[in-house]
């Protein structure tokens, strides 16, 4: 009983317009913040993410994992430069075909402005490239 005590005071002020201070919300600011500039590796990271995540939903799937092979072996992406993207797999795919096959994929799952795909093997031996022609 002791407990709801408490509680009861707390409703019953609330009830009649008087809150105590803790209770009380102060208003946000009434403008929104600056984003922070990205900067450059950054900005080209988060283009290979949304690459990536626009390859990922054209093929229903959420996450690497919810793919088959050779597309699952998929480990890591970067982009050194505007346009086009890295890819390095593992565990797996070993074989020109398997690479040519994840970089076409790809290429043709994301947007116009992929110009390039290079998907290379864990071991850094084999890679395969799949271009955009204008």
């Avoid at 005590?5 to 019953?12: E, G, K, S, V």
């Avoid at 390859?55 to 050194?80: C, K, Q």
């Avoid at 690479?99 to 998907?119: F, P, Q, Y």
């Amino acid at each position: 009983m002791k407990r709801f005590a408490p509680l009861a005071l707390i409703a019953a002020l609330a009830l009649t317009g008087c809150a105590p201070k803790a209770l009380e919300v102060a208003p946000g600011p009434s403008v929104m913040p600056a984003a922070q500039e990205i900067s450059g590796e950054d900005a080209r990271q988060a283009w290979a993410d949304e690459q990536i995540t626009d390859w990922l939903s054209a093929n229903g799937a959420r996450s690497i994992d919810a793919l088959f092979s050779p597309y699952s072996h998929v480990d890591s992406w970067e982009s050194l430069e505007n346009g086009e993207l890295i890819v390095h797999t593992k565990d797996g795919a070993h074989d020109e075909v398997a690479l040519g096959m994840i970089a076409s994929d790809i290429l043709h799952g994301t947007s116009e402005n992929m110009r390039k795909v290079t998907v290379i093997n864990e071991f850094g031996k084999l890679d395969a490239s799949y271009e955009r022609i204008d």
